[in-house]
């Protein structure tokens, strides 16, 4: 499979007009234009976000190669300055699919079905990261009642056991590690027979405002509307949600994806604060590999 490269071109300096004659009559007055509307400054900010996205993660498009990973920030421009909290992962690479088989979002397949092998749409660990040994499972595969530790009230995980049960999951994908600032994260894909069968559970699962179920090491999540309004490339849905002041020794955030027939889950918790920008990378590349 080729790998494609995606850089940022930096836009064309504004030529700048000669000077007028001073002989000419004075311009007559702008005409009145009216305030742009709320919805248009909405727009406009918008826009500011998605300018930073591109400048923060600097990728764009979902090819299956990211060689922006391994990128300098003096290599970006607008980035030459010190390290605003980004992690360096190696180049990433679709898994190559069996023979005739489409993409999860070609129109041809229907189900949304990933025929390449789940625990090779894993993110990697970014580089200096310790594994976390305890979410390899068997043989690649994690036993149902390791994910659902994940989730602090026995009620939730009882009640989010029998979802999985009646939507038929198949397996679970997982991945952590931790990084040298301390930074614990967790990934998680759960694969089931069809992309319908994941666009009625993740409806009850990620639900906009609050999760409704609360994972480990927290007591009140939101919805993180700075993640919600960046823009996002390709199909997939996601709903991101950070820990909600005040918290504890450590601040959690998490994102759930919707990929054609894969539900991720994507944890980072932190000592302190965790940290905004390490998460949007990672959910960014977790669902450039799904897409």
Do not use: C
């Not at 993409?103 to 789940?118: I, K, M, S, V």
């Not at 997982?174 to 998680?188: C, K, L, P, V």
Request: glycine share 6%.
């Amino acid at each position: 499979m080729s790998e494609q490269q995606h850089t940022v071109v930096p836009p064309h300096p504004t030529d700048v007009p000669p000077d007028l004659p001073s002989d000419l009559p004075p311009p007559s007055a702008p005409p009145q234009v009216e305030p742009p509307a709320r919805k248009d400054r909405r727009v406009l900010r918008a826009a500011l976000r998605w300018t930073t996205a591109v400048v923060v993660f600097a990728a764009v498009g979902a090819g299956t190669a990211y060689g922006i990973t391994r990128m300098e920030r003096t290599d970006v421009p607008g980035l030459a300055t010190e390290s605003d909290g980004r992690w360096e992962y190696p180049t990433l690479t679709k898994p190559p699919l069996p023979s005739g088989r489409p993409q999860p979002f070609a129109e041809e397949n229907q189900a949304g079905t990933h025929y390449a092998d789940l625990r090779a749409l894993l993110l990697p660990a970014p580089e200096g990261a310790e594994e976390d040994k305890a979410l390899r499972g068997d043989d690649g595969w994690l036993a149902t009642k390791d994910f659902l530790a994940e989730y602090a009230d026995k009620l939730e995980r009882d009640m989010f056991r029998q979802d999985l049960v009646d939507h038929g999951l198949r397996h679970i994908a997982a991945r952590g590690w931790t990084t040298q600032e301390g930074t614990h994260t967790r990934i998680y894909l759960l694969q089931f027979d069809t992309a319908a069968v994941v666009d009625e559970l993740i409806a009850d699962v990620a639900v906009y405002g609050s999760p409704a179920y609360r994972v480990r090491g927290t007591e009140a999540s939101a919805q993180d509307e700075d993640f919600s309004e960046l823009p996002w490339p390709g199909e997939p849905l996601r709903v991101a949600y950070v820990e909600a002041k005040p918290y504890g020794a450590e601040q959690v955030r998490h994102a759930y994806l919707s990929a054609g027939d894969v539900i991720a889950l994507v944890v980072q918790s932190r000592k302190g604060s965790a940290r905004a920008v390490p998460f949007q990378q990672t959910v960014t590349l977790q669902t450039q590999l799904l897409g």
